[in-house]
């Protein structure tokens, strides 16, 4: 589905996607983000599940990533992601919300969290990717390098090669299923352009923000994560003043792919009534 979402000027509009709920619930509403470079299909799984448990769950699609139209070619820097979800939350939402992140979409809610309290009841950080400092020096390469480097992204090769890394023993079909599912967006024709912005504009460096959420967290980590290590989840675990922290066992990096129904079990009680 696509929802119009003002960007910038009251004349800049662009048309978002998103999977929205059949029905509004009692219980403050769940909006799950997404992991760097993908989309809300990443949640295909664990989504129905969600709302099997009685949740009104909210699937976006973050500004520059996803399947939104952006002809209209809108800046992909950190601050405009931050902006672009606070208007869907203004249009849309209008209600404290449980913010969902994994990987460093966990990065996008910590900074959304912190710089718009009021629109956050709680926060699902996932394998939580936050303590990166940006970009670093690719936010320097020339534009023609910048471009080379993003093209190499879409390759089916180095996505597969990914998914091997996230994943914690699944099928080789099943990998190449998400290996294609996980590139899809990276066919819209602006894809480049907003990669390259996100880029070049330093991406997330949200580690001084980490120690200002005052919002109660639930750390969700994977006992077979070779991409975060268990020492940067409890690092954050400590950081954050109103957290607990849940073990998913036999689970790669992306354990609400892997494993929908434990992550959706933990996000499910913890919105309920903060038990998982």
């Excluded at 769940?30 to 448990?53: G, I, K, T």
């Excluded at 449980?98 to 709680?122: C, M, N, Q, R, T």
């Excluded at 099928?171 to 602006?190: A, I, Q, Y």
Aim: proline residues 5%; aromatic residues 10%; hydrophobic residues 45%.
């Amino acid at each position: 589905m696509y929802l119009q979402l003002q960007i910038g000027s009251s004349e800049s509009f662009i048309m978002s996607s998103c999977v929205k709920p059949q029905k509004q619930s009692e219980i403050n509403p769940v909006v799950l983000l997404h992991s760097f470079d993908s989309s809300c299909l990443e949640w295909r799984c664990a989504y129905p599940l969600l709302e099997e448990a009685g949740l009104e769950a909210w699937a976006v699609d973050v500004l520059g990533w996803g399947f939104s139209d952006l002809e209209r070619r809108p800046p992909c820097s950190a601050a405009s992601k931050r902006h672009h979800l606070y208007q869907f939350w203004k249009s849309y939402i209008r209600r404290p919300m449980i913010l969902v992140g994994p990987s460093l979409g966990a990065s996008v809610a910590i900074d959304f969290a912190v710089h718009y309290p009021v629109a956050v009841e709680k926060l699902v950080l996932i394998n939580a990717s936050v303590y990166a400092e940006g970009t670093g020096d690719l936010a320097k390469l020339p534009k023609f390098l910048a471009y080379a480097g993003v093209s190499l992204l879409k390759s089916i090769p180095l996505r597969l090669y990914a998914n091997l890394l996230a994943f914690n023993g699944i099928s080789l079909t099943t990998t190449f299923d998400w290996t294609n599912v996980g590139r899809l967006h990276c066919l819209l024709p602006w894809w480049k352009d907003a990669t390259v912005s996100f880029m070049s504009s330093g991406g997330y460096n949200v580690i001084s923000q980490i120690k200002q959420v005052k919002q109660k967290a639930l750390v969700i980590c994977s006992e077979q994560d070779h991409i975060i290590s268990y020492k940067q989840i409890l690092r954050l675990r400590c950081e954050l003043p109103y957290a607990i922290m849940r073990l998913i066992p036999d689970s790669g990096h992306l354990p609400h792919v892997e494993n929908p129904t434990s992550v959706a079990k933990l996000i499910a009680g913890f919105a309920q009534n903060d038990r998982c």
